[in-house]
C-alpha cells in the first residue's frame, strides 16, 4: 500500500487529471483500498470514518465505469439527506470535470418532481438521490433500471437510522440482479448486515481501522462546566481562539434554538440548522455559512451529518453526544484538508465518566482545560489587537492619524502612553460594566436554568397588564418579546422571566424606564 498514488490505480486520465485539479494529492487509505476492488466489479462494505474521502472512493470507480455513448441510467447512489445528494453530486461533477457526455443528476423530496421528470429524461447516466425520492421515480416509471450496473448505498447506518430500510429494499428489489453493489457505513450495526447479506454478493470488505480514523490534527479539550455556564465558556473560547467558522453540537433542537438566540444577542454571528427547518431555511443557513456571513453555526448531529466545510476550524461539544460514534462524526467536522482543527467539549457532573469512555473507545486523548477566566480573554484580546497593531504600523500610512494624537497631547493633560492606554481598552471592548463578571444571576426561581426571574414593584393594583410590561421590557432592551417567559401578577408585585442572556441588558435598559408611566424598581428575584 506504499507509495500509491492516483496514477497507479488504473484510472483514465481525465480523471487523474480532475483529481490533481481539486488538490488531492494521493488516494486516501480507504480510496487506496476501494477503487481497485470496485473496478473489479466486486460487491463491496467500505467502513471509514466522516471524512475519509468516501465519496470519490465510489465515485471514482463509478465514472470510470460508465459508458457516456449509452444514454441510459447506469448507476444509482442513495444518500440519506438532501444536503448529501447535492454535496456528493457535486463531489462527482468534479472528478467527471474532463470526461464528455456523462449526466450527474441529484434527486430529491422538496424538489419539483415535473422538473425532475424533465431532467431524468434527458440522458442521465448516473443519479444521487435520497430513497424515498429514487423509490417515488420507479414507481411512476420516470426513472428505467434496466441498464442499471451499480448501486452505491452511500452513508448506510445514517439511512437506516432515519428510516429508510423499506425504501432501499424497494429499490435494491428492484433492480438488475447482475448488478454491482456498494455500501459505505462509518457504523456497521446489525441491520446493515443483514442488509449486506441479502442483497450483496461475496462482497469484499474494507475496513479504514480506527487508528487510521481519528483525526491526527485535531487538538482536543474538554472542560467541566455547569449547564448554566455554558453559554459564557462558549463565548470565552470563541474570543480567545477566534476560529474562523466554528460548528457548535447540541442533542435537541430546542437546545440550538436557545443558543443561537442567546450568541446573536451576545453579538456573534450564529445561525441553527436542525431537522425542524424548512428546506430553502436550511440551503440559506448553509450558505451563509459556507460563506463566511455565519461564523457560527449551531447544530444537531443529525442535521450536521456530512457537512463538509473546509474551513471550520474548532468544534464544540455543547452538549455531549449521546453516542460515543457520533463524537468522531462531529469532531471530523474542523481538521479537513490538512487544517488544523479544535474541539472543545462540554462536560457537567458524571460526564466526565462518559468522556473518559469516549476516549477509550476513540483511542484518542481529549485534554482537561481550565475554563478560561476574564481576565484570560481579555489578554487574549489585547495580544490579538497589539499584533493587529504591528501590522497596522507597519504597513499604513498613518500621518493624519499621528497629527490628530499630537493635537490631542498638545491641548490636554494626557500622554500619547495614556492616549494609547484607552484606546486599547475601547479596542478590547473593556469598559467597566463589560468587565463585570456577568453570568451568575444566582438562582432566582425560575423553573428553566437557561430563564431569570425578575421583580418588578408594579402589579394589578397599579392597573398594569402582562402586555404592558412585555412593551415595556422589549421596547427599552430590543430583546424581541416573545423570548419572554412567564409572567405571574400579583397586587402590588410582578415577577417575570427572561431568557438569561438578556436579563442584565434588560436590568440596563429599565434602570430609568416607566411603565404606564410609573417609575419602576426591578432586579432579579430572590429564590421563594
Ligand atoms: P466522507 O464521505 O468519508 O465523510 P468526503 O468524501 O466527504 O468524506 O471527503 C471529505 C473531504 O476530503 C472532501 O472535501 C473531499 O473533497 C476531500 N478529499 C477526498 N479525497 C481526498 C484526497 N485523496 N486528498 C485530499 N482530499 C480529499
Ligand atoms: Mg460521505
Redesign the pocket.
Known sequence: MENMN?ENLGLCPEIVKA?KH???????P??AKAIPAMLEGKDLIGQ??????????F?IPLLQKIDPKNKKLQGVVLCPTRELAI??AE?IR?LAKYMHGIKVLPIYGGQEIVKQIRSLKSGTQLIIGTPGRVMDHMRRKTIKMDHLHTVVL??ADEMLNMGFREDIETILEGVPQDRQTVL?S?TMPKPILEITKKYQRNAEVIKVTKKELTVPNIEQFYYEVKPKNKEEVLSRLLDIYTPKLSVVFCNTKKQVDLLVNALLGRGYFAAGLHGDMKQEQRDRVMQGFRSGKTDILVATDVAAR?I?V?EVEAVFNYDLPQDDEYYVHRI?RTG???RIGRSFSFVSGKEVYKLKEIQRYCKTKIYAQKVPSLDDVANTKIENILDDVDRIIESEDLTSMMEAIENKVNHSDYTAMDIAAAFLQMCAGMTKEDAEDEFDFGDTGAEDPGMVRLFINIGKKQRVRPGDIVGALAGESGMPGKLIGTIDMFDKYTFVEVPREYAKDVLEAMKHAKIKGKTIAIEPANQK
Do not use: H, L, Y
Open positions: 492516483f483529481v481539486m488538490g488531492f494529492e494521493e488516494p486516501s480507504i480510496q471509514a470514518q466522516t471524512g475519509t474521502g468516501k465519496t470519490a472512493a465515485g454535496q456528493v463531489e468534479n452511500d452513508e459505505f462509518a456530512g463538509d473546509d471530523g479537513r484538508a490538512g
